[in-house]
C-alpha cells in the first residue's frame, strides 16, 4: 500500500494529510514503536520512520542528536524495518526517511524487497533526485513502493517537473536544516504552487512546522503537513519519563491533527 490512499481520504474529508517522523530506536527501539503508534492512534495519516545516520547533513540538532542516541544503542538497518513493520501493522502507510548511502551499502535490491516484505510504502530520499536514482526507481517500481524526492525553493521549474515521482512530494519549506521553527517560511506557498503545476501527486510541506497554528497556515495550500522535529523535542523533554512522553506526544499531535482540519 502506497500512501496515496492516506492523502485521498484527508482531500475527501476536506483536510490536509498530517506526516508525522520520528528516527526508529529513539528513545529505544521499543519506545520507538510505542510513540509512532501513539502518532497514529492521535492523527498521524502516515509516519516517516528515519533510519539514523552518523552524517546527517540535512537534519537540526534536534533529529541529530535522537539519531545519535540511536545510533549508540546500536540501531541498524535491519531494527529499521523491524519499526516498519510494527507501525505498518496499525493500517498507516509508513514510509522511510533515509540518506542513500546506507541503502547503498545494504543493498538496493534487497533493501527494496525487505521494505516491501515489511509492509512498507516507500522512501524519502533527500539526498538524491530522480536523475540520480535509477537504480532505486527501477527496485521501487518492480515492488510497488512510493519513490518520494524532494523540491525546495531554490530548485528550478524544471527540476520540479523532474522530481514529481509517485507518491507525494516533499516541499522544504525553509532553506537550511530541519528543525521546528515559530514561524513558517513565505517561501512554501508559492514553492507548493509551482510543484502543483507540474504534477497532480499531493504535495507535503516540512521542516519547521512544531504547532497547530501553523498546521493550520500550510493545510491552506499543502495537500500535507509534515513535522518531525517538534515530536522528537516532546520525547527529548520527558526522557526520563516515558508515559508521560507518550501523554504529551498524543497532545501535539491532537493539535496539529486539528490544524489541518483548518
Known amino acids: 500500500m502506497g500512501t496515496a490512499p492516506a492523502f485521498e481520504r484527508a482531500k475527501a474529508e476536506g483536510r490536509a494529510a498530517l506526516v508525522g517522523y520520528l528516527p526508529a530506536g529513539f528513545p529505544d ?33 534536534t533529529i541529530q542528536a535522537a539519531a545519535q542516541q540511536a545510533l549508540d544503542a546500536g540501531i541498524r538497518t535491519k531494527d529499521v524495518l523491524t519499526v516498519v513493520e510494527a507501525v505498518a501493522a496499525t493500517g498507516a502507510p509508513t514510509v522511510v526517511m533515509t540518506y542513500w ?33 535509477e537504480e532505486w526507481i527501477a527496485a521501487a517500481d518492480a515492488h510497488d513502493l512510493d519513490k518520494i524526492f524532494l523540491v525546495a525553493p531554490s530548485s528550478t521549474d524544471a527540476r520540479v517537473a ?30 507548493v504552487a509551482r510543484t502543483k503545476a507540474t504534477t497532480d501527486l499531493p504535495v507535503g510541506v516540512g521542516l519547521g512546522v512544531s504547532n497547530g497554528e501553523q498546521a493550520r497556515e500550510i493545510a491552506q495550500y499543502a495537500d500535507g503537513v509534515i513535522v518531525g522535529s517538534a515530536f522528537v523535542r516532546v520525547l527529548q523533554q520527558h526522557a526520563d519519563d516515558h508515559a508521560a512522553g507518550l501523554r504529551a506526544l498524543a497532545a501535539l499531535t491532537e493539535d496539529l491533527a486539528n490544524g489541518v482540519r483548518g
Open 29 to 61: 527501539l521499543q519506545r520507538s514503536i510505542d510513540a509512532m503508534k501513539v502518532m497514529v492512534d492521535s492523527g498521524c495519516d502516515v509516519i516517516e520512520v528515519g533510519l539514523p545516520y552518523s552524517d546527517p547533513v540535512m537534519d537540526g540538532p
Open 101 to 133: 548511502n546506507p541503502v547503498e551499502r545494504y543493498g538496493v535490491e534487497r533493501f527494496a524487497t525487505h521494505l516491501a516484505n515489511a509492509g512498507g510504502s516507500g522512501l524519502i530520499t533527500p539526498d538524491i533526485t530522480p536523475d540520480s536514482g
Open 162 to 191: 523532474m522530481t514529481t515521482c509517485r507518491g507525494f512530494v516533499y516541499a522544504t519549506a525553509v532553506m537550511g536544516v530541519t528543525g521546528a521553527r515559530t514561524s513558517t517560511s513565505d517561501l512554501a506557498g508559492p514553492l
